[in-house]
């Protein structure tokens, strides 16, 4: 998807979110869809939510951080009616064991984190990850 033109990256999206509608493993599909994703080093400052692209111009600009595959990872799933009732939040951790940072999605009481694709239950947090920042998702149509 991501070597195509804006449109047919639009179609290809709406394609792979309704795919994911009976998916067996949707959060790993989505996973593995955004690895192919081209990276940069920083796209979108994580710590301002005001300056986060929207679905729409993240599939335009088409530059994947580590923070925008965790966007691309929430808006796929938010986007689909199967967890359109969900509770979505981004989760901004430092990890005080290897001093990084890690941009976690919570969905309901599940983690994921990406880029390694770990998924866990909440409760199941590391001792040593320390949370910094928590942004609730709005719902999108």
């Known amino acids: 998807m ?10 290809c999206w709406s394609n792979f979110r309704e795919k994911l509608e ?8 989505t996973l593995e869809f955004y690895n192919k994703a081209p ?5 979108t400052d994580p710590w301002d939510n005001n ?11 088409n530059q994947y951080c580590d923070f925008c595959r965790v966007l691309g990872l929430c808006y796929s799933l938010q986007l689909t009616e199967r967890f359109s009732r969900s509770k ?4 901004i ?15 309901d009481d599940l983690v994921v984190n990406h880029p390694n ?3 866990f239950h909440a409760n199941e947090l590391p001792k040593f990850y320390e949370t910094k920042k928590i ?4 719902f999108l149509q």
């Open 2 to 11: 991501f070597d195509k033109t804006y449109e047919q990256r639009l179609s």
């Open 22 to 29: 009976s998916s067996d493993s949707p959060i790993q599909d």
């Open 39 to 43: 990276t940069v080093s920083i796209h």
């Open 51 to 61: 300056t986060w692209p929207t679905p729409w111009e993240l599939v335009k600009e």
């Open 88 to 91: 979505f939040e981004i989760h």
């Open 93 to 107: 951790v430092i990890d005080n064991k290897n001093s990084a940072t890690h941009y976690l999605l919570y969905l």
């Open 117 to 119: 694709g770990e998924q």
């Open 135 to 138: 942004y609730s998702m709005d």
